[in-house]
């Protein structure tokens, strides 16, 4: 079982709205590196994601589900600080990252996006070689040595398994791999920089199958070391490789849970509907 | 035949009168100046300083004016890209969509785009005036560098809003700073600087009234900032002045070096830009 790692009591219970299970998370709480309190999103004084309760568990893969337009991707969004580059996006509350809340003032947006790897619905590799796209970010981060920069690429693309694809060709550029290769690419990319956690934006989308199924075992994978969030809109994924789930509807959190839990005992009216597919 | 057929058929064979009447205005320009400039373009024309009397007739070249030319525009060229991607890149990526700062930017280079060339040399030939710089290598640096930074701008701007947001998106997550972010993105955008620098240099290079008063004129190639240097256009407008004929003829064998400098600019940096994106992109 995925969530054997767990405590009991986290695995049993629904953990992530704090209204719901006030008092299983309080004693949780060092368990948990990823959470929000009373975050709200406004665009364009639109109120988007209404007073999120999140505690997203560590080591494992939470998906964030819900219908078009539900804020999944918005909610995402806050926890890299991506709403810094639109200002008409307003975020009110607190996302603490490893104890530190990412909205203080005096925390660094750099700092924050390094510790979370992003990977986006497109796959956008970088206009340069497929070297240069997994040594960009070491670059920026400081890493200057030749050698340790070679170790880093190799090692990063074999993990995503598309060092024996590509070694040959290290030095073409990167937008003459296929769609499913750049997606690990991007992956590796994003992991070169060393983050602390992985976040999917619908990462799987714009691929065929055969390439889905690399991506959501790399998942499987990342879990071991990362904390991954992704955002997904189908539930079959969801069920395949979330050990959590975090159902999304108008902006709120309506039902989180275990996998086991949320798919075969949902408590919500709502979350049965949107299971059954009445809508989505 | 319907009358939907009717329609089709009468607009096509329109659109294809206007593209053969644009292309047949091209052939009649480019055949005019080699016609007539043909016979007269020897070799000195390109390798030597006018002599005496070289207006008059007499032996000599333009070698002044085709280097001048080309110092002008290079120098132009810099100082005007120096100004221009950084306001392309800070309207584009640092200010947000909706600016009303990046419109009034936006809308200001759309009317100096359109101010004559001949104002900008008046304005130029003021300000040398009121600064106490005479008509020299500098001067024409500077005009032509005003005369040429809109459209830079221009349309360095249009290649920079149809960049999609996913590239610049990418780059911050992975915790890039903007000026990081910047240096990523030019290189994305390295064809269409190329097209907005073509743009920039024909009409520079082939530009007579700003250079008028601003660059002045000389038999010699400059050795500094503050002589006064020829350039091809006014080479062209004083040699057909001349009542000689065969300085008329010269004129346009000027004409001919001027476009097939610009035509070797041209297909060279499409080259180079092609082949950059093939390896590099």
């Known amino acids: ?280 | 035949m319907k009358l939907k057929n009717i329609e089709e058929t009468f607009f096509k064979a329109l659109m294809i009168a206007s593209t053969l009447a644009i292309a047949g205005v091209l052939l009649m320009i480019i055949g005019t100046i080699v016609y007539k400039g043909l016979p007269s373009l020897t070799w000195d024309m390109v390798t030597k300083l006018p002599g005496g009397g070289f207006y008059l007739g007499k032996e000599g070249g333009v070698l002044n004016a085709i280097v001048g030319s080309i110092y002008i525009v290079a120098g132009s060229l810099v100082l005007s890209l120096f100004m221009s991607i950084p306001v392309v890149m800070y309207i584009n990526f640092y200010l947000p969509k909706k600016s009303w700062f990046a419109s009034v930017v936006r809308f200001s280079f759309d009317i100096l785009f359109g101010i004559p060339s001949i104002v900008y040399g008046a304005f130029g030939f003021a300000l040398m005036v009121y600064l106490g710089v005479r008509a020299s290598l500098m001067g024409g640096i500077i005009t032509i560098a005003m005369l040429i930074t809109p459209i830079m701008m221009r349309s360095l701007d249009e290649v920079a809003r149809l960049q999609s947001r996913d590239l610049p998106d990418a780059l911050l997550s992975l915790g890039a700073t903007k000026l990081e972010m910047i240096r990523v993105i030019t290189r994305q955008i390295m064809p269409g600087l190329m097209t907005a620098v073509l743009l920039a240099v024909g009409r520079g290079i082939g530009d007579a009234a700003t250079v008028l008063f601003t660059a002045g004129f000389t038999d010699n190639i400059p050795q500094s900032l503050n002589q006064p240097v020829a350039t091809l256009p006014l080479a062209i407008f004083f040699q057909l002045g001349s009542p000689v004929e065969e300085v008329q003829n010269r004129a346009y064998a000027s004409a001919v070096i001027l476009t097939v400098i610009i035509l070797l600019l041209s297909f060279s940096a499409r080259f180079f830009s092609s082949r950059y994106s093939k390896s590099k992109i």
Not at chain 1, 87 to 114: A, M
Not at chain 1, 129 to 153: C, E, T, W
Not at chain 1, 251 to 269: D, L, R, W, Y
Request: aromatic share 8%; net charge positive; charged share 25%.
């Open chain 1, 1 to 280: 079982m995925r969530t054997a790692n767990f405590p009991l009591e986290i695995t049993q219970e629904l953990l992530f709205s704090k209204a719901l299970h006030e008092g299983v998370i309080n004693r949780q709480t060092q368990n948990y590196s990823l959470q929000t309190d009373k975050l709200n999103v406004f665009i364009d004084n639109q109120h988007i994601l209404k007073d999120i309760d999140l505690r997203i568990p560590e080591k494992s893969i939470t998906c964030i589900i819900g219908p078009s337009g539900c804020g999944k991707s918005t909610l995402l969004k806050t926890f890299n600080r991506m709403h810094d580059e639109t200002p008409e996006v307003k975020v009110t509350g607190r996302v603490v990252v490893d104890g530190l809340n990412i909205y203080d003032s005096k925390t660094n947006v750099i700092d924050t996006r390094k510790k979370m790897g992003l990977l986006a619905q497109r796959p956008c590799p970088l206009p340069m070689s497929i070297y240069d796209n997994v040594a960009f970010g070491p670059k920026i981060h400081g890493l200057r040595k030749r050698k340790s920069l070679n170790q880093m690429v190799i090692q990063y693309l074999q993990y995503v398994g598309l060092w024996e694809e590509v070694k040959g060709r290290i030095r073409t550029p990167a937008s003459r791999l296929s769609i499913g290769q750049q997606q690990r690419l991007c992956l590796a990319r994003g992991l070169a920089v060393e983050p602390h956690f992985i976040l999917g934006d619908e990462a799987t989308s714009a691929l065929d199958p055969i390439s889905t199924k690399k991506i959501e075992e790399l998942f499987l994978k990342l879990k071991e070391k990362y904390t991954v969030v992704l955002v997904t809109h189908t539930l079959r994924q969801a069920r395949r490789i979330a050990d959590y789930v975090v159902f999304m509807y108008m902006g709120k959190v309506i039902e989180a849970g275990t996998t086991e839990q949320f798919f075969n005992h949902p408590t919500k009216q709502l979350t049965k509907e949107y299971l059954s597919g009445s809508f989505s």
